[in-house]
């Protein structure tokens, strides 16, 4: 009974903490729809009581923080490493230029014996498009613009790009060394490549270089061009048409009609949480999921569907009115998380006096394709709600698993949100007489692993002190969140 009583203690506790209200309200709705009636049962649409989500952890949260605890010990952090990007310009202009050999591609190429110099294949030299202005108002952590991901285990970074050459750093997987060029060195019969990364690193207070086959990890970039492009896309959406936005979370506005029998349809869109978009006014017509929190545009009624298109695919669709509101719907688009699948990074960016200025760029993790879980939806979504901190299952025992804080729901259960928190069991007395209780270690910054592979369940893992950033500057009915690959 002590336990029942002490478990339901902390699950109040944590949920009253964790709803907030929205924070901006646009109550003057210009849609081409009868809003308040059907908007009505979309004004609680937020959390409730019962409001708890899936395990946001893809793999067990201990061997993330394991890993951290290693990364710290051996000091090969961002803070450690990675030569934050504004003194990559300097740091670059001291370094001697290579030949560059235009326009050949990165990948396998014939076996070489390198000799004096190595060819160049590629530069990597991303630029912040000049549309977008610096303005940055988080920069806890060193990021550059390139940069190379380690995913083999202690692996040998060379003098020069051969295997004779002298190892000049041991690599630890997950480490992250500024990037500068792919080259021609030697070819390795193992993995028929003669592809190498120049890379560069701190040591203490001086830059080293090297070079790493390009088997043993990836060359990662922040795509601002591809996100610049869609902010624009989907400003340009907002500012010219009228939107709204899909609302289906937890199935509350009821479940989508089986696809041919199934719970997924032929683009992969799941069910659950989500509404039946028809090719026709009716539904005995051809139909795809349109998943809850994905921005539309309406273009049309009638007395049971909008017809509405997406930025999310191409065509234009019918879906049943209770599926789609404008509850807070964006008028006037301010404020962007783009979040980069492909690159486990996001950018964030805000609209001041006619242009988009980045205000930060960061490390993410996204959720992994696998059994039992869920990648991150790629698509333009609505900020729907912030969360101070959810609570999450358990996969298998289905009881309180941990919470997540300062969370953004954006669609479905995916939240962005910061480092997850495993409570800790604590066992008391025996027998009859056992009793556990849930303690709550306390919130956690920071883990090694963000920004690597993705780790989550759908959801979108920042360091806790960004997403406290994030949470306290978005703003519901200004805000949207992108996911790009």
Same mark, same amino acid.
């Given at each position: 009974?002590?336990?029942?009583?002490?478990?339901?203690?902390?699950?109040?506790?944590?949920?009253?903490?964790?709803?907030?209200?929205?924070?901006?309200?646009?109550?003057?709705?210009?849609?081409?729809?009868?809003?308040?009636?059907?908007?009505?049962?979309?004004?609680?649409?937020?959390?409730?009581?019962?409001?708890?989500?899936?395990?946001?952890?893809?793999?067990?949260? #201990? %061997?993330? $923080?394991?890993?951290?605890?290693?990364?710290? @010990? &051996?000091?090969? !952090?961002?803070?450690?490493?990675?030569? *934050? /990007? #504004? %003194?990559? $310009?300097?740091?670059?202009?001291?370094?001697? @230029? &290579?030949?560059? !050999?235009?326009?050949?591609?990165?990948? *396998? /190429? #014939?076996?070489?014996?390198?000799?004096?110099?190595?060819?160049?294949?590629?530069?990597?030299?991303?630029?912040?498009?000049?549309?977008?202005?610096?303005?940055?108002?988080?920069?806890?952590?060193?990021?550059?613009?390139?940069?190379?991901?380690?995913?083999?285990?202690?692996?040998?970074?060379?003098?020069?790009?051969?295997?004779?050459?002298?190892?000049?750093?041991?690599?630890?997987?997950?480490?992250?060394?500024?990037?500068?060029?792919?080259?021609?060195?030697?070819?390795?019969?193992?993995?028929?490549?003669?592809?190498?990364?120049?890379?560069?690193?701190?040591?203490?207070?001086?830059?080293?270089?090297?070079?790493?086959?390009?088997?043993?990890?990836?060359?990662?970039?922040?795509?601002?061009?591809?996100?610049?492009?869609?902010?624009?896309?989907?400003?340009?959406?907002?500012?010219?048409?009228?939107?709204?936005?899909?609302?289906?979370?937890?199935?509350?506005?009821?479940?989508?009609?089986?696809?041919?029998?199934?719970?997924?349809?032929?683009?992969?869109?799941?069910?659950?949480?989500?509404?039946?978009?028809?090719?026709?006014?009716?539904?005995?017509?051809?139909?795809?999921?349109?998943?809850?929190?994905?921005?539309?545009?309406?273009?049309?009624?009638?007395?049971?569907?909008?017809?509405?298109?997406?930025?999310?695919?191409?065509?234009?669709?019918?879906?049943?009115?209770?599926?789609?509101?404008?509850?807070?719907?964006?008028?006037?688009?301010?404020?962007?998380?783009?979040?980069?699948?492909?690159?486990?990074?996001?950018?964030?960016?805000?609209?001041?006096?006619?242009?988009?200025?980045?205000?930060?760029?960061?490390?993410?993790?996204?959720?992994?394709?696998?059994?039992?879980?869920?990648?991150?939806?790629?698509?333009?979504?609505?900020?729907?709600?912030?969360?101070?901190?959810?609570?999450?299952?358990?996969?298998?025992?289905?009881?309180?698993?941990?919470?997540?804080?300062?969370?953004?729901?954006?669609?479905?259960?995916?939240?962005?949100?910061?480092?997850?928190?495993?409570?800790?069991?604590?066992?008391?007395?025996?027998?009859?007489?056992?009793?556990?209780?849930?303690?709550?270690?306390?919130?956690?910054?920071?883990?090694?692993?963000?920004?690597?592979?993705?780790?989550?369940?759908?959801?979108?893992?920042?360091?806790?002190?960004?997403?406290?950033?994030?949470?306290?500057?978005?703003?519901?009915?200004?805000?949207?969140?992108?996911?790009?690959?």
């Amino acid at each position: 009974m002590k336990r029942g009583i002490l478990l339901l203690f902390i699950i109040l506790a944590l949920i009253i903490s964790g709803c907030s209200q929205p924070q901006a309200v646009h109550v003057d709705n210009a849609l081409p729809i009868d809003n308040d009636k059907e908007n009505i049962g979309h004004k609680n649409e937020g959390c409730t009581e019962g409001d708890m989500e899936e395990d946001v952890n893809v793999s067990d949260l #201990e %061997e993330d $923080e394991d890993l951290t605890e290693m990364a710290e @010990e &051996e000091h090969k !952090t961002e803070e450690d490493t990675l030569v *934050p /990007q #504004e %003194e990559v $310009e300097e740091e670059l202009q001291e370094e001697p @230029e &290579e030949p560059v !050999t235009p326009q050949e591609p990165v990948q *396998p /190429q #014939e076996p070489v014996k390198p000799q004096g110099e190595y060819p160049v294949i590629k530069e990597f030299d991303t630029q912040l498009p000049e549309n977008i202005n610096l303005d940055i108002k988080y920069d806890r952590y060193h990021t550059s613009y390139d940069y190379f991901l380690v995913l083999g285990a202690g692996i040998n970074v060379r003098e020069k790009p051969t295997t004779e050459s002298k190892i000049v750093k041991k690599a630890s997987v997950y480490e992250k060394l500024n990037l500068v060029q792919a080259v021609k060195g030697q070819h390795l019969s193992k993995y028929n490549n003669d592809t190498w990364y120049k890379v560069f690193w701190k040591n203490k207070d001086k830059v080293e270089y090297g070079y790493a086959f390009s088997a043993l990890g990836e060359p990662r970039s922040f795509q601002f061009d591809k996100m610049g492009e869609s902010i624009t896309a989907l400003k340009n959406e907002i500012d010219n048409t009228n939107t709204a936005y899909v609302s289906n979370y937890k199935n509350r506005n009821g479940a989508a009609p089986l696809y041919n029998g199934k719970a997924e349809d032929k683009y992969g869109v799941k069910r659950y949480q989500a509404a039946p978009a028809y090719t026709e006014p009716n539904t005995k017509s051809e139909f795809r999921y349109i998943s809850d929190g994905s921005l539309v545009t309406i273009l049309d009624k009638n007395d049971k569907f909008y017809k509405i298109r997406t930025l999310n695919f191409e065509g234009e669709y019918w879906v049943p009115r209770k599926f789609i509101t404008s509850w807070h719907s964006i008028k006037e688009l301010t404020k962007v998380i783009v979040v980069d699948r492909k690159n486990q990074n996001e950018g964030v960016f805000e609209y001041r006096d006619g242009k988009w200025n980045l205000i930060s760029y960061i490390f993410a993790t996204t959720g992994e394709k696998a059994k039992h879980k869920e990648e991150t939806s790629l698509g333009y979504y609505m900020a729907i709600q912030t969360r101070e901190r959810f609570l999450y299952l358990d996969d298998e025992t289905r009881e309180i698993s941990g919470y997540a804080p300062y969370a953004i729901r954006f669609n479905g259960g995916a939240y962005i949100h910061g480092v997850p928190v495993n409570f800790e069991i604590k066992v008391e007395g025996e027998g009859e007489e056992q009793k556990e209780q849930r303690i709550d270690p306390g919130m956690k910054e920071y883990l090694y692993t963000i920004g690597t592979v993705p780790r989550s369940h759908k959801c979108v893992r920042n360091y806790s002190s960004h997403a406290e950033f994030l949470y306290n500057w978005i703003e519901i009915g200004k805000s949207a969140v992108i996911v790009i690959e």
